[in-house]
């Protein structure tokens, strides 16, 4: 049965690339493990849906067309289910990717250079490699351990640091790794070269914060325009379109209209305070709007300061939510202090 819907909805391309995002993210999940649970999720999802949606269609409808109302609630269901659980499985691979990736450069360094200390103390590089290990290494603990099995059963050195390096992704790690394998195989002093890589593994870190802390300006500006101006702005037009819509629905124009009066341009009296835009459609689009800013420039943001957009999906549900809750703050707070206005 998995494996049939497995076969529906997904093509062998794309199950292949879910299996290598799996890989790299990190998550001890096997890809059935995932499909599965994310059937039942989607499943689950489409029966709310039709809960939800479907009594509401059906009021008032022949029992006739019931069955087909409640089919098509509950297909229409399914698939928007189905994207949103594909879109959220999507957001969190590749967010444990990144995650997973900077945790593992955080520590390289240093582990690089307790290997080259090892090498100079006249160990070979697969020893040095095992010694160095520690538990504040966390993540790279784990995979040097993997390394040193598979070079303990016979499997050759570079083979095995190549498809470390190919977890993750991460340009400077796959860099390290060609170097320490280049010198490997050309001979040489290796010690040296480990050191030299740890260092400018560490000068490459140093130069990013630099980077990073030179455009936090440009953060600020971004933040304070999407989560503070964008809010208090679309509060005070919401505000604006219910006094106007109130003092224009109390003018009575009857009289003038009739007599043919109109303004400068031969615009006519009875046209005014007709066909306003409703306050509850500009809320909802006030509401789009500033999510659509805060999901936004929670991007921008992270791409100005870790030049990856994957370093900010943990802020977007915290800039909507900031964004969100200050436009109804600010609307709650200025219909208290224009209260007297438009009455």
Same mark, same amino acid.
Do not use: C
């Given at each position: *049965?998995?494996?049939?819907?497995?076969?529906?909805?997904?093509?062998?391309?794309?199950?292949?690339?879910?299996?290598?995002?799996?890989?790299?993210?990190?998550?001890?999940?096997?890809?059935?493990?995932?499909?599965?649970?994310? *059937?039942?999720?989607? /499943? @689950?999802? +489409?029966?709310?849906?039709?809960?939800?949606?479907?009594?509401?269609?059906?009021?008032?409808?022949?029992?006739?067309?019931?069955?087909?109302?409640?089919?098509?609630?509950?297909?229409?269901?399914?698939?928007?289910?189905?994207?949103?659980?594909? #879109?959220?499985?999507? !957001?969190?691979?590749?967010?444990?990717?990144?995650?997973?990736?900077?945790?593992?450069?955080?520590?390289?360094?240093?582990?690089?250079?307790?290997?080259?200390?090892?090498? #100079?103390?006249?160990?070979?590089?697969?020893?040095?490699?095992?010694?160095? !290990?520690?538990?504040? /290494?966390?993540?790279?603990?784990?995979?040097?351990?993997?390394?040193?099995?598979?070079?303990?059963?016979?499997?050759?050195?570079?083979?095995?640091?190549?498809?470390?390096?190919?977890?993750?992704?991460?340009?400077?790690?796959?860099?390290? %790794?060609?170097?320490?394998?280049?010198?490997?195989?050309? #001979?040489?002093?290796?010690?040296?070269?480990?050191?030299?890589?740890?260092?400018?593994?560490?000068?490459?870190?140093?130069?990013?914060?630099?980077?990073?802390?030179?455009?936090?300006?440009?953060?600020? /500006?971004?933040?304070?325009?999407?989560?503070?101006?964008?809010?208090?702005?679309?509060?005070?037009?919401?505000?604006?379109?219910?006094?106007?819509?109130?003092?224009? +629905?109390?003018?009575?124009?009857?009289?003038?209209?009739?007599?043919?009066?109109?303004?400068?341009?031969?615009?006519?009296?009875?046209?005014? #305070?007709?066909?306003?835009?409703?306050?509850?459609?500009?809320?909802?689009?006030?509401?789009?709007?500033?999510?659509?800013?805060?999901? @936004?420039?929670? %991007?921008? !943001?992270?791409?100005?300061?870790?030049?990856?957009?994957?370093?900010?999906?943990?802020?977007?549900?915290?800039?909507?939510?900031?964004? !969100?809750?200050?436009?109804?703050?600010? +609307?709650?707070?200025? +219909?208290?202090?224009?209260?007297?206005?438009?009455?």
């Amino acid at each position: *049965m998995i494996e049939s819907l497995e076969k529906l909805f997904l093509s062998k391309s794309l199950a292949e690339k879910i299996k290598y995002a799996l890989l790299k993210s990190g998550i001890k999940l096997s890809f059935e493990s995932l499909f599965k649970r994310a *059937m039942v999720m989607i /499943f @689950i999802l +489409s029966i709310l849906g039709l809960i939800i949606f479907g009594s509401g269609a059906i009021k008032g409808q022949s029992a006739v067309k019931i069955p087909l109302i409640l089919l098509s609630t509950w297909v229409i269901s399914f698939f928007v289910s189905l994207i949103i659980i594909a #879109g959220l499985t999507f !957001i969190v691979l590749n967010f444990k990717r990144y995650q997973r990736t900077k945790k593992l450069e955080a520590v390289l360094s240093d582990y690089l250079q307790l290997v080259s200390a090892n090498l #100079g103390a006249g160990m070979p590089i697969d020893q040095a490699l095992w010694y160095a !290990i520690r538990d504040r /290494f966390e993540i790279i603990s784990e995979e040097m351990e993997l390394v040193a099995k598979k070079t303990m059963s016979g499997e050759d050195l570079n083979a095995a640091l190549t498809e470390f390096a190919e977890h993750y992704d991460s340009e400077l790690l796959k860099r390290s %790794m060609i170097l320490l394998i280049e010198g490997l195989e050309a #001979g040489g002093e290796v010690a040296v070269l480990v050191n030299t890589i740890a260092w400018n593994v560490r000068e490459t870190q140093i130069l990013k914060k630099e980077i990073s802390s030179d455009v936090v300006t440009y953060s600020i /500006f971004i933040g304070f325009a999407s989560l503070v101006a964008a809010p208090l702005l679309f509060a005070l037009s919401f505000r604006i379109n219910i006094i106007m819509g109130t003092i224009l +629905s109390k003018i009575d124009l009857k009289g003038a209209s009739a007599g043919g009066a109109t303004l400068a341009g031969g615009i006519s009296l009875s046209n005014i #305070g007709g066909g306003g835009l409703p306050s509850s459609d500009f809320k909802t689009f006030a509401l789009i709007s500033l999510g659509l800013t805060a999901l @936004i420039s929670a %991007m921008l !943001i992270s791409v100005v300061r870790e030049g990856s957009i994957k370093a900010g999906l943990k802020y977007i549900p915290l800039f909507v939510i900031i964004a !969100i809750l200050l436009f109804l703050s600010a +609307s709650a707070i200025m +219909s208290t202090l224009f209260a007297g206005i438009g009455l």
